[in-house]
């Protein structure tokens, strides 16, 4: 395996689990959000109020793209880069991927304490944005090698499970 992929909704810990992951296993880590904030300039609700979801989907992919061509890399993705065909086929002609998934009010308690903005939930109507964002988005992270439900366990034990899987 090349690089191992966190897929799953905001909220789900892929950039905790990723960073603890790399460190267990000796990878570097990345983040895609936090690359495409570095190479911006501008934090994500800036990008989107620049661009709107398009630019920022695009910006997303170049970064994806870049960074498969890496090797032996931990990568936390945004929770809509499922949401391009073409990034599901780079994730997968470059290593192995992980959905971690939660409950809804698992999430919606995470996004809730959480002081990132993330522009696709809104302001006043995030929890009920979540859900319709859930009901379009959960089947399109199935097809992960491997799913963990982070819901009720720590994300020290998500990376136990991870390497206990791959190991
Ligand atoms: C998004 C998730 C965010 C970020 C952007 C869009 C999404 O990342 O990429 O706000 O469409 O689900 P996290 O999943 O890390 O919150």
Request: no cysteine; aromatic share 8%.
């Amino acid at each position: 395996m090349t690089n191992l992929y966190l897929i799953g909704f905001m909220g789900s810990g892929k950039s905790t689990v990723g960073r603890l992951l790399a460190e267990r296993i000796g990878w570097s880590f990345a983040d895609t959000d936090d690359e495409i904030v570095r190479r911006e300039g501008m934090e994500i609700p800036e990008i989107f109020a620049k661009g709107g979801e398009s630019f920022f989907r695009d910006l997303e992919q170049a970064t994806l793209l870049e960074l498969s061509g890496r090797s032996g890399w931990v990568i936390a993705t945004g929770g809509g880069i499922v949401l391009r065909g073409r990034n599901v086929e780079i994730m997968k002609a470059s290593g192995k991927t992980v959905y971690l998934s939660a409950r809804e009010e698992v999430l919606a308690a995470r996004l809730v304490g959480d002081p990132a903005v993330r522009p696709l939930l809104g302001g006043d109507s995030r929890i009920a944005r979540l859900h319709e964002l859930l009901q379009e988005r959960r089947g399109m992270y199935e097809w992960a090698d491997l799913t963990i439900d982070t819901s009720d366990q720590t994300a020290q034990a998500v990376v136990e499970a991870i390497v206990n899987h791959f190991g």
